[in-house]
């Protein structure tokens, strides 16, 4: 069973940073995949950032160039960098892992979801 919990959000002005965290408790195996999500009020869950156990990465292209997602392994926490934020990028932000042969921003193929933690961006 994994845990994971996110911290970090906040409300920031337009153009700004914030860091996000996620630590995850449990026994994570090697071929894992981490990922954020984050979901907008009336609108689906969306992928933003994944990261699978060999380092390599993903990222949408509304956030490319922006944000970069990060882990520290001896930590088991999951970062991502947020920076140059829109007020578009408001949104509850979740913090999801699952074990996958091939890494995805697709939600329906993860299984272990953080409770999210709320990014607020103002223009």
């Known amino acids: 069973q994994v845990q994971l919990v996110e911290s970090g959000g906040g409300s920031v002005q337009a153009g700004g940073s914030l860091r996000l965290s996620c630590a995850a408790f449990?026994?994570?195996?090697?071929?894992?995949?981490m990922g954020w999500f984050r979901q907008a009020p009336g609108k689906e869950r969306e992928g933003v950032a994944a990261i699978d156990s060999t380092g390599s990465t993903s990222y949408a292209d509304s956030v490319k160039g922006r944000f970069t997602i990060s882990q520290d392994n001896a930590k088991n926490t999951l970062y991502l960098q947020m920076n140059s934020l829109k007020p578009e990028d408001t949104a509850m932000y979740y913090c999801?892992?699952?074990?996958?042969?091939?890494?995805?921003?697709?939600?329906?193929?993860?299984?272990?979801w953080g409770q999210g933690t709320q990014v607020t961006v103002s223009s």
């Open positions: 449990g026994y994570i195996y090697s071929s894992y995949c």
């Open positions: 999801a892992a699952d074990y996958l042969a091939t890494m995805t921003l697709a939600r329906q193929a993860f299984g272990y």
